[in-house]
């Protein structure tokens, strides 16, 4: 036995001490590559490279493209993509441009190219990593298949204010859980070499702080201190890096008073000096330009100079690197050296795709990798794996699949293009499996489906209500699919109500008022306040918008197949004007106490959110016990392991996401009152029993202290492990004096 682990052993350190050789011999090899590039370029071809533009939304190259590309004035497209139109524009560089450098085909792969996964924030909700690792995979299967060597993602922004529609493509407010989706997103996405086939580039984004926009509106100002930068906002991007993503994009708005488009601050200080990313930062779409809306370039030239010497390499779209880049390197307001590093960080991106060598997409390929049995079934599993039970009073759910009838209703009960989200790459509405199709296959044949609209999502009109009424009455149960449309999430889709929209509500009302079993599915794209649902609807699924199979998937859960699992990547408010609401707040000197009016709370609303970061219910029950560490004393650099025993103490299989939470309850700055510092998705049968064991050391135990130094204090610590952020067993932990 023990022979054959030292012969592991061995072997391992034989193939580390192959491996790290070879790759640092590669990366030499290509250094030396670029630089016989850099030295045959001209300062047009140069400047060529730092282009980026876009194609036409359906896929295809414009007019000029052919031109700009047989004479290197252009690096890269965006939106351009399937395999015949990619290689047509890239054969034009390979034959017919000077210097034969391949373009670099970027598109926005969010949640699946031609299958179309859960939005991400839907994903998140799984707190499944291994389920987003692999939608992210196919994704990439199917768009490098379609010539597409680059997706912008993952969105990587924290979100605290579900006002703002972009934090549907992210993971929602918490660093440690959106580090973990960030990580399994870049190694789903590029794996160990992203120049394999099945693998593209991704992209971080968008650097930094994007989603604290003020007032949740998008492309707004944000004002952030260092500390709530390093410890909220940069994880998830330090994650994306060293799982190794290749790319970032800088972002679109102001913070702390330099846009992050010419921030050099998190550009170069933080991105390139601490973090020692070697990749390329693409600008957000015309970002660069932007600038002189900010007001911190007064025209066009002053603007390409901020953004090229703050470090962003490329520029999306705007094209004011190529119109001024000559005159700023005469007027010496940019260096050579950082002209030359710029494009040396893209071509170093284009080498290590390896388009130098296969420029090359197959078609082929592409007509046997995209939207295959296989794909629509992982987009299936994800689907139901994201889905969140807010509610299950009666066990209304499961329904049995005999039911004698039901009804359907509900203005998203049957609409393809809004469930598959915002974002949907090359996604078809007309692929898209809705509800009422889904609970159609589901049920057996002698059950009677009736569908009713009832209104629109977001009109006034009533007249339907009606007939949904009618059909509620005349069935056994009844399934109202409410929430918003896919454009009500996403870019430039803020919302200052976190309502339903429209009539919906009083659809809701007047199909509870039948007396009927009621059965409400969400489809939302952030968090809403449903409060009047929450308190009188007995069952309640929320399914984001779950991609191209969602109908199947709802159905699945709806019926028992699957039991839902997923918890709340984001808190749930009870009004927009609790908003910012996240769980891992600060104390304030004044907490808030029912019993003292003098305390932080509303006057006319609960502190309290609706639903919890981390809350979601199973068809089965669970229980904790038996919370044990490892050690009670620990010093500033030591370790302890933390178990907890969970058991299935319900009738079904099902899974639990046990969540692990700490406070530093008192420190040299003030902390927060919990901080999310590991999870594990667990399947248990009934009755039965796990032990889950957690580690702990510095990274998770340690914090930023006033000088900007990450420390362990000494000092009490609370261990908190459950179910979600409010509900748990908890212990104490005492770092020791060193
Ligand atoms: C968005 C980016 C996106 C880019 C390219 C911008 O408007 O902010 O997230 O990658 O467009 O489509």
Redesign the pocket.
């Known amino acids: 036995m023990r022979v054959a682990k030292i012969t592991r052993l061995l072997l391992c350190l034989a193939l580390l001490a192959f491996v790290i050789p070879a790759g640092a011999q590669r990366r030499a090899n290509t250094e030396q590559k670029i630089d016989a590039l850099l030295a045959k370029m001209t300062l047009a071809e140069k400047l060529g490279q730092l282009q980026q533009l876009d194609g036409h939304a359906d896929g295809r190259y414009k007019d000029e493209q052919p031109q700009l590309v047989r004479s290197g004035l252009l690096g890269s497209t965006?939106n351009v993509r399937g395999a015949r139109q990619t290689n047509e524009l890239q054969r034009i560089a390979i034959e017919e441009s000077r210097l034969k450098i391949p373009l670099l085909f970027g598109f926005?792969v969010i949640h699946g190219y031609r299958t179309i996964f859960p939005i991400p924030l839907g994903e998140a909700a799984t707190w499944d990593p291994a389920t987003v690792e692999k939608s992210a995979a196919i994704a990439a299967k199917e768009a490098r298949a379609a010539g597409v060597h680059w997706t912008?993602a993952p969105?990587v922004d924290i979100a605290r204010d579900p006002r703002w529609g972009r934090i549907a493509e992210g993971s929602g407010e918490d660093p440690f859980l959106g580090s973990v989706m960030a990580r399994a997103r870049v190694v789903g996405f590029q794996g160990n070499d992203f120049s394999a086939a099945d693998k593209v580039v991704a992209c971080a984004?968008?650097w930094v702080a994007y989603g604290a926009a003020e007032g949740g509106r998008d492309y707004n100002t944000t004002d952030l201190s260092e500390r709530t930068l390093r410890e909220v906002y940069f994880p998830p991007f330090k994650s994306a890096l060293d799982a190794g993503v290749g790319t970032f994009?800088s972002a679109?708005n102001d913070l702390n008073a330099v846009p992050t488009s010419a921030n050099s601050f998190t550009l170069t200080t933080v991105l390139r000096g601490e973090w020692k990313f070697d990749g390329l930062v693409v600008s957000?779409?015309e970002s660069v330009k932007e600038l002189i809306n900010h007001g911190i370039a007064a025209n066009e030239k002053e603007a390409a100079a901020a953004g090229l010497n703050a470090g962003v390499d490329m520029e999306?779209v705007s094209r004011l690197y190529n119109k001024y880049g000559a005159d700023l390197l005469k007027e010496k307001k940019l260096s050579q050296a950082t002209l030359d590093e710029a494009v040396r960080r893209i071509l170093r991106v284009k080498f290590r795709l390896g388009i130098f060598e296969k420029p090359y997409a197959d078609e082929a390929r592409e007509r046997e990798s995209i939207f295959i049995p296989a794909h629509l079934l992982a987009t299936r599993e994800a689907a139901a794996r994201s889905m969140v039970l807010l509610r299950n009073e009666g066990n209304v759910l499961p329904l049995s699949k005999n039911l004698k009838s039901v009804a359907v209703v509900g203005p998203l009960a049957d609409s393809q293009k809004d469930v598959i989200g915002s974002w949907t790459g090359d996604g078809k509405p007309e692929d898209a499996i809705t509800l009422l199709a889904g609970i159609k296959s589901k049920v057996s044949s002698n059950t009677i489906v009736s569908y009713a609209k009832g209104c629109d999502i977001n009109d006034d009109t009533t007249s339907g209500f009606d007939e949904a009424v009618r059909i509620a009455r005349e069935s056994e149960v009844v399934i109202v699919a409410v929430g918003e449309s896919a454009e009500m999430s996403g870019?430039a889709a803020s919302r200052s109500s976190l309502d339903l929209p429209g009539r919906q509500l009083d659809l809701v009302k007047a199909i509870r008022a039948t007396g009927k079993p009621v059965v409400v599915v969400l489809m939302n794209g952030r968090p809403l306040s449903i409060n009047w649902i929450a308190e009188n609807v007995p069952s309640i699924l929320e399914t984001w918008f779950g991609g191209t199979q969602a109908g199947n998937a709802i159905a699945d859960v709806l019926f028992g197949d699957v039991n839902p699992g997923g918890k709340l990547p984001v808190t749930f408010p009870r009004s927009v004007g609790q908003v910012p609401l996240y769980y891992n707040h600060k104390n304030t000197g004044r907490p808030p106490d029912a019993n003292n009016k003098y305390t932080s709370k509303y006057l006319d609303l609960p502190w309290t959110p609706l639903f919890p970061f981390g809350y979601g219910l199973s068809y089965t029950q669970f229980k904790f016990t038996n919370l044990q560490l490892s050690a009670q004393r620990i010093g500033p650099e030591g370790r302890l392991t933390v178990t907890v025993e969970l058991e299935n103490v319900g009738q079904r299989s099902g899974d639990e996401v046990v969540q692990l939470y700490i406070r530093d309850v008192s420190a040299s700055v003030t902390r927060p009152v919990k901080e999310l510092k590991g999870f594990q998705r667990i399947t248990l049968r009934p009755g039965e029993k796990k032990r889950i064991e957690f580690t702990l050391g510095p990274e998770q135990l340690g914090f930023y202290d006033s000088a900007m130094k990450f420390i362990v204090e000494p000092g009490e610590f609370k261990i908190m492990v459950g179910s979600s952020s409010e509900d748990f067993i908890e212990a104490k932990l005492e770092i020791e004096k060193p």
């Open positions: 965006l926005d912008f969105m984004k968008h994009m679109f957000d779409y999306m870019e």
